[in-house]
């Protein structure tokens, strides 16, 4: 006869940052009462662990710009289109935002989203809530020419985009020094008509002349890494005084240039933006030198987004499950699955459709799937857009910190800087967003997952976090190069955490499934072939698949279709026995935990009630 044993979690209080226990004094009571687990985080608080850039100065009242498009097509001929248009119109709210956190004016640009999307929405409905009103909503030129911000703007920047994209990375850069917004020689004569005068002659410069230039004027607490030919995180760059790097020109690359500028940048500086290239290979050079990718291409508005971000964490607490509430038979034979989506570092996508179309999938709860997300960085870019997604999460679909901190590849952070008091003071950092915001599984991304350095980077996070449950591991190529193997390490009270590696992935390779990579068939059958008492199943989150229904076709489901996420989550599910239990990333990893040290486990689990 079975027994079933029900407990209540582990951990320990904490006060403020620190860990410690708490109880009640024994001078009043004889037996101290148990904690409650959900109460078991750290108020919020600012312990040193905000490392994105700040605005603080809150406006009266903002202008909306027209954008009429996000299109970065630098051929277009239409004044009020194509990229000519977006950089000024980046550039023209750049340069009034900065004015309003420099008390130089009241009132700001919105850069209008044209796809109308929600989390915009939010954040401007906190915005009224700040007392900040909208005022009108106007096209850019027509801003200009109303005259309510000609005292701010001391002329233009004049770029030649079609024959010269360096000029618009350039231009950024030489606005925020200028006072000037960025005009291409596609308009010219129009802002000439307007008043205004040309203050400096890009046309002809590369980004290397822009940094020998201007690089004692920039601010080299972060940098904007974006591609020439795109109008992203302007504004941004131009309110915080950056420095603008495009790694692809019309000669090669800027490699050598990028290495020089993140040795100037301060460390552990955050990398907003994105580059259209091999992602490893500038990612891993900002990995190297201890810095933090911020993907974040196509998002508008961040200085107000993220305005006073730091006194705005209150109530973003994700949803948990309580372990000691869950059965936990003696001699379980049940094999244990948890599906995990994939990409949850990237800011952009999270913020802007990564909520309709992948976290609100019908059968979310169905698979209780998880999801990564940068809740380190999207806490502090759009609180509003992270309290949506953790008011409306499903307690069985676990939120994972994704990355630790941003995009980086943990095993080779700050390789070429000195590694151990780079990564503890990351990882200390990271822990205190955890803390703060009930995230209790960490997943980190690695080039090579069994490597010492990976090791040396988990036992950090272990070390940092008494209220750390697991690891879970991804890494870069393949995901699941860790093969399913999980590593075990004790936090400063002794008791071992599973660091989990990324067993099986699906992924759509077309017809070659590889290596435990590969259709939902394809590891449904490794799954009954192989018989893995635990399997944690990441999901390629740009793979789609096709519905085969009944066929165990391993190669069928690469057809064109458009299944994806928690869909090829059921796919794979319904093609295994009962005995594969799928339950959440929490659950799983407490049921990984009993089993491999189940005394230990239960004191931690009767340590709350």
């Known amino acids: 006869m079975k027994r079933h044993l029900f407990y209540l979690i582990p951990f320990l209080i904490s006060l403020g940052c620190e860990d410690s226990k708490t109880g009640v004094s024994e001078e009043n009571y004889s037996v ?49 289109k194509g990229l000519p248009y977006t950089n000024m119109c980046q550039s023209l709210a750049g340069i009034v935002n900065r004015a309003v956190e420099n008390k130089e004016s009241e009132e700001a640009i919105w850069l209008e989203d044209p796809n109308n999307r929600y989390s915009y ?9 700040q007392g900040v009103s909208e005022r009108s909503q106007e096209d850019g030129i027509s ?35 200028h006072n000037a917004i960025i005009v291409d020689i596609r308009d010219q004569t129009v802002y000439d008509e307007i008043g205004l005068k040309m203050v400096y002659d890009a046309r002809q410069k590369t980004t290397k002349d822009a940094w020998a230039e201007f690089k004692d004027k920039c601010n080299n607490k972060s940098l904007v890494l974006m591609g020439s030919l795109t109008n992203d995180m ?12 495009n790694i692809k020109n019309d000669k090669g690359h800027n490699w050598e240039l990028l290495n020089e500028v993140l040795d100037w940048l301060e460390p552990s500086s955050p990398i907003y933006g994105w580059e259209d290239l091999d992602e490893h290979s500038f990612v891993q050079r ?13 998002y508008l508005n961040m200085s107000l987004t993220s305005l006073n971000y730091a006194q705005r964490q209150k109530d973003l607490l994700v949803n948990i499950i309580n372990p ?99 990564l503890t003071t990351l990882a200390n950092k990271v822990t205190a967003h955890m803390r703060q915001h009930r995230i209790k599984v960490l997943g980190l991304f690695t080039n090579n997952a069994q490597s010492v350095n990976a090791q040396n980077a988990y036992k950090t996070f272990i070390k940092s976090n008494n209220q750390l449950e697991g ?19 004790a936090n400063n009270e002794g008791i071992e955490i599973p660091v989990i590696t990324v067993r099986y992935t699906l992924w759509n390779f077309g017809k070659n499934n590889s290596n435990g990579q590969g259709t939902p068939a394809y ?46 989550a059921a796919m794979c599910q319904r093609r295994v026995s009962e005995d594969f239990k799928c339950v959440s990333l929490q659950e799983f990893i407490w049921r990984m935990r009993m089993k491999h040290n189940k005394e230990q486990t239960i004191k931690a689990i009767e340590k709350y009630k």
Not at 121 to 129: D, G, I, M, S, V
Not at 148 to 176: C, M, Q, R, W
Not at 286 to 298: A, D, R
Request: with cysteine; hydrophobic share 35%; aromatic share 12%.
């Open 32 to 80: 101290e009462p148990k904690p409650d687990y959900f109460e078991a985080i750290d108020a919020p608080d600012d312990c040193g662990q905000y490392w994105l850039l700040k605005s603080h100065i809150v406006p009266k009242g903002y202008y909306v710009c027209l954008m009429h498009s996000l299109e970065n097509d630098n051929n277009n001929p239409e004044l009020r």
């Open 121 to 129: 929405t939010l954040c401007k409905q906190e915005l009224k809530r």
């Open 143 to 177: 801003l200009l020419k109303s005259g309510l911000f000609s005292n701010l703007i001391k002329g233009y920047v004049l770029t030649d985009i079609t024959n010269n994209p360096e000029s618009s990375p350039v231009a950024a850069v030489a606005s925020h020094i």
């Open 234 to 245: 302007k504004d941004f760059a131009i309110v915080h005084n950056l420095f603008v790097l």
């Open 286 to 298: 900002i990995s190297e030198k201890g810095h933090l990718m911020v993907p974040c291409n196509y």
């Open 324 to 422: 000691g509430n869950r059965i936990y038979p003696e001699n379980d034979t049940n094999k244990y699955i948890s599906y995990y989506l994939s990409d949850g570092d990237n800011v952009q996508w999270i913020f802007h459709i990564w909520y309709d179309g992948w976290f609100k999938h019908g059968q979310t709860k169905d698979v209780k799937l998880a999801f990564g997300i940068p809740s380190t960085n999207l806490s502090m870019i759009a609180p509003p857009v992270y309290k949506n997604i953790v008011d409306h999460q499903g307690v069985e679909n676990t939120l994972v910190e994704n990355c630790g901190g941003g995009y980086i590849y943990i095993d080779d952070f700050a390789s070429q800087k000195d590694t151990q008091k780079e």
């Open 471 to 489: 690891i879970i591991v991804v890494q870069y190529a393949p995901y699941n190069g860790g093969h399913g193997q999980t590593y075990w390490y």
């Open 523 to 568: 590891v449904a059958k490794l799954l009954k072939d192989e018989q893995p008492d635990f399997s944690l199943i990441d999901i390629h989150a740009w793979s789609t698949f096709a519905d085969i229904g009944s066929s165990d076709d391993v190669v069928g489901e690469a057809a064109k279709g458009n299944v994806s996420g928690a869909g090829a």
